[in-house]
């Protein structure tokens, strides 16, 4: 069993090399990958669709329900994989930069779809979409659209689509004898939340676990709110203004004084978990979670929630913006039937169908204007249905700030360098939230990430 | 497999019996040639990756970026020079992988000992002793998060509350001891495997002759047992570490690589999928296989002779 000394000796090196080297690899193994094109040849003949998504409850039901859509066309039929949605960032990046052509559809988030279409990896969808009158292109979210639009093309239609808002627990705030107006200020918010918090219940439940998509969406909008950006419109960063600094600060004070006790660790499913439970008394966070929150299976504070607005400090409106949309990569071998698939699942019947067949609180909200004029919809999401839809209509991704910007887009900036920056910034920002580290020295070093990430853009 | 029918000595009779010599070079290249192709094999499988992360890290390569890709010599090496976070990482990856190998290896001893008695239900004893090192390291990560340090609900800060101690925002405050803990918690079965293999090939006359000489326990376990047990540490320190200076998992669930715990692991996958920076992820990749070379042939072998110099001669 034992090893010879001098084997013994060789073998320590070596054995760690070889552990080294396998780090190495999972390094690279990202630079291979790729597939052998798409099966079917456009045409007659059976298409076989290969749909990558992430593997989001609104997306599962989509593929549920694609049996409807393979009755109508017998040709065709639509092979899911579903993924996590970091994996599937990586599997469809990976897959149309190096040309694979294994998807034939992808759902893409908003921040990459103007990223995308610039390197010309989707094909422009809007002559198709808008030569179909039945189809009612317009129907769609405005906002929505215009953070899918690129020089005027259309090159992805959202399945749906989300905002942000402010969930309150109503039993927690009659108590403490507090009233929420239905447009706050951070002020007033920070104000209630350090009322309403005791040893039992928390304030409020903000992100703060790292990573450009978790504790830097809410934190984004309040920098834009408080006047603060990531960029001006010559992509000069703007970190370093007071305006920044501000925000940041106020964010983790209140965490800190009224908000949850272990942030890193908190991100949406965490605060979902401790306001359901009733042990968070408000939360600004994606409005999809408002249905959720209201789903008494899983919820202890289903019909005791109240909604308002995004809180605000200087501008009218807070709220991100956000949608999983419906894409058709260049490399497809199947356009057409592409085509096909996504303006079913996209459209108003879609829509009918989910209602009828799965229940109207499945339906995929923040897509479609119509959708909120579904009387079984309005009856099943009465709550958080018109407020959602409000927010939607009033965000403004072409300047959510004070200050005008050169991309169009809120919680985030569209460019390929955003996402490292964002978390690189938030594993900073952690330090401060745990009393390691002041505010102005990580500030200072995301000032410099951000104007190098800037200057790529000039 | 069917090279491995024909051996040389089951010829037709009708050849010529080979002299000595002859028929010990023919086995010499009959085995040669059956070796081949686990050689080559190997090779394949380990060099050509290695030389196409050399190639890589030779390029200027943003996945994001696809028109702008090219050779860009050693400017990712200077980027990853420059940028502080390669040694802060290789300090990360020393901390969280040294003190969690010596914390295992320590609990592993003690357990081991226990175990090396026999008493009723040690069977039982052993199994469940060894269950952590059977969790898949994710699972054991969020079954960590969730139910043993969530600040609120978690079973650690219950704990805590019931000798009268504030409860501890884990992995806000603590992030490596949170990694440690974990990691500790996962491999002290594994140490304490092999250490209990080798208490267990200790020669009971050994022990005998030491307490007929009067010697007490702690000296027997001093001068006896650990000794004996030196072959048996350096192997589970030396599996141990190249296991750990891979891990993954926990990072990435519970701390997201904040307050220290950047292993070098973690920063690669940082740089490769969430930089998307192909190139500088290939040269991160490529120096840590230069520095881990390094310091296994130098400190590896410096600790293992302070061992050796100062244990008994074997």
């Known amino acids: 069993m034992m090893l010879t000394r001098t084997a013994r000796r060789q073998a320590a090196p070596a054995g760690l090399a070889a552990a080294a080297l396998a780090l190495a690899l999972t390094a690279c193994a990202g630079a291979g990958g790729g597939g052998d094109g798409g099966s079917a040849g456009q045409g007659g003949g059976p298409v076989e669709l290969t749909l990558a998504t992430v593997n989001n409850p609104q997306m599962k039901d989509m593929e549920e329900l694609k049996s409807a859509f393979e009755e109508e066309h017998p040709d065709i039929t639509v092979n899911f994989i579903q993924m996590e949605e970091n994996d599937l960032r990586d599997a469809v990046t990976k897959d149309v930069a190096t040309d694979g052509g294994q998807y034939d559809i992808v759902t893409v988030g908003s921040y990459e779809v103007p990223i995308w279409a610039q390197n010309g990896w989707l094909t422009d969808l809007t002559g198709d979409l808008g030569s179909d009158a039945d189809y009612d292109v317009d129907d769609l979210f405005e906002p929505v659209k215009d953070a899918l639009t690129v020089d005027d093309s259309l090159y992805a239609v959202p399945f749906y689509g989300e905002s942000s808002m402010l969930m309150y627990n109503k039993e927690l705030l009659d108590a403490a004898g507090v009233t929420m107006p239905e447009h706050p200020t951070w002020q007033e918010v920070a104000d209630i939340a350090r009322e309403v918090d005791s040893d039992d219940v928390d304030g409020i439940c903000l992100r703060g676990k790292p990573g450009w998509g978790e504790v830097f969406a809410p934190l984004t909008t309040v920098v834009n709110t408080f006047g603060g950006s990531w960029y001006d419109a010559e992509w000069n960063a703007q970190v370093d203004q007071p305006e920044f600094a501000e925000a940041v600060q106020f964010y983790v004070d209140l965490v800190e004084d009224a908000g949850e006790a272990d942030p890193v660790s908190t991100g949406f499913t965490e605060c979902l978990n401790n306001v359901s439970q009733g042990r968070s008394a408000m939360w600004v966070d994606a409005t999809v979670a408002a249905g959720l929150l209201e789903d008494p299976e899983s919820s202890q504070v289903a019909g005791k929630m109240g909604y308002a607005h995004a809180p605000v400090v200087e501008t009218e409106e807070s709220g991100w913006l956000w949608s999983w949309n419906l894409a058709i990569p260049e490399t497809t071998q199947n356009r057409d039937a592409a085509v096909e698939f996504v303006k079913w699942a996209t459209s108003k019947e879609y829509h009918q169908l989910v209602g009828t067949e799965l229940g109207w609180s499945r339906v995929p909200p923040g897509a479609r204007n119509s959708t909120y004029e579904i009387p079984e919809y309005e009856e099943a999401a009465a709550s958080f249905a018109p407020i959602t839809r409000d927010i939607m209509l009033a965000v403004n991704p072409e300047q959510p700030g004070v200050a005008p910007q050169s991309w169009t887009g809120i919680q985030y900036v569209t460019i390929p360098e955003f996402q490292d920056l964002g978390n690189q910034v938030s594993q900073d920002l952690a330090d401060v939230f745990a009393g390691r580290s002041e505010l102005a020295p990580v500030l200072e070093r995301a000032q410099d990430l951000a104007q190098e990430a800037g200057d790529a853009q000039k | ?314």
């Not at chain 2, 192709?37 to 190997?42: C, E, K, V």
């Not at chain 2, 001093?222 to 891990?247: D, F, K, N």
């Open chain 2, 1 to 314: 497999m069917t090279v491995l029918m024909t051996t040389p000595t089951r010829r037709r009779p009708a050849r010529a019996v080979p002299t000595g010599q002859q028929s010990r070079r023919r086995r010499v290249a009959v085995s040669r040639a059956l070796l081949w192709p686990a050689l080559a094999t190997s090779i394949v499988l380990t060099q050509i990756p290695f030389v196409l992360t050399i190639y890589y890290s030779l390029q200027r390569w943003n996945m994001l970026r696809p028109g702008d890709r090219g050779f860009t010599g050693l400017d990712n090496y200077v980027s990853v020079l420059r940028d502080g976070s390669f040694l802060s990482s290789l300090g990360a990856t020393v901390a969280v992988t040294g003190t969690s190998v010596v914390a295992s290896t320590l609990l592993g001893m003690l357990f081991a000992v226990l175990l090396d008695r026999s008493f009723v239900g040690r069977g039982v004893a052993r199994t469940l002793m060894i269950t952590p090192f059977l969790v898949m390291p994710a699972a054991a990560a969020l079954v960590w998060k969730w139910s043993i340090l969530d600040a609120a609900t978690g079973m650690a800060n219950w704990g805590l509350g019931l000798v009268g101690l504030p409860p501890v925002a884990w992995n806000t405050e603590l992030p490596m001891l949170t990694i440690i803990l974990v990691l500790t918690w996962q491999y002290t079965p594994f140490a304490m495997l092999i250490l209990l293999a080798g208490l267990q090939a200790q020669d009971r006359d050994v022990l005998e002759a030491a307490a007929v000489d009067g010697a007490g326990a702690l000296r027997t376990f001093g001068s006896i047992t650990l000794p004996h047990l030196r072959q048996y540490v350096e192997i589970a320190v030396l599996l141990a570490s190249i296991m750990l200076l891979q891990v993954f998992d926990p990072i990435a669930i519970m701390t997201r690589g904040t307050g220290g715990t950047k292993t070098l692991s973690y920063l690669l996958y940082e740089r490769a999928f969430v930089g998307l920076e192909v190139g500088e992820a290939a040269a991160y990749g490529v120096m840590t296989v230069l520095v881990t070379i390094v310091v296994a042939s130098v400190a590896l072998r410096t600790l293992f002779k302070v061992f050796s110099t100062e244990g008994i001669d074997r």
